[in-house]
Nanobody, 129 residues
């Protein structure tokens, strides 16, 4: 069974930084790992994605240049370093499997979508002064 556990959320002032993590259990089958966020009352928004190589990435326009995604050598942990945080970044952040390659989504302008399974519990990020 493929499961995702997100951690590291918290309360940060605008302009601050935060790093969140995603631990994957089960078989990804060469899948990419993506980060999504859900603001209160809204749907899931794709934020970033990393494929099977570190140069295969995607960032939404809203976070490009501020967020950085990474994946460890086991390819089972993904982190999202978030800098210059804004109040609009507030939400619950989830990770999920995405069909690679991630760069395809940036090229086509089609946001990534979760390719398998249910959402995990997520980790809450609140940007507030």
């Amino acid at each position: 069974q493929l499961t995702f556990v997100e951690s590291g959320g918290g309360l940060v002032q605008p302009g601050g930084s935060l790093k969140i993590s995603c631990e994957v259990s089960g078989e990804l089958d060469s899948g990419a790992i993506g980060w999504f966020r859900q603001a209160p009352g809204k749907g899931h928004e794709a934020v970033s994605c990393i494929g099977n190589s570190d140069d295969d990435t995607y960032y939404s326009d809203s976070v490009k240049g501020r967020f950085a995604i990474a994946r460890d050598s086991s390819r089972k942990t993904a982190t999202l370093q978030m800098n210059s945080l804004q109040t609009e970044d507030t939400g619950t952040y989830y990770c999920a499997r995405i069909n690679p390659p991630c760069r395809w989504y940036g090229i086509t302008g089609t946001p990534p979508r979760k390719s398998f399974g249910d959402w995990g519990q997520g980790t809450q990020v609140i940007i507030s002064s």
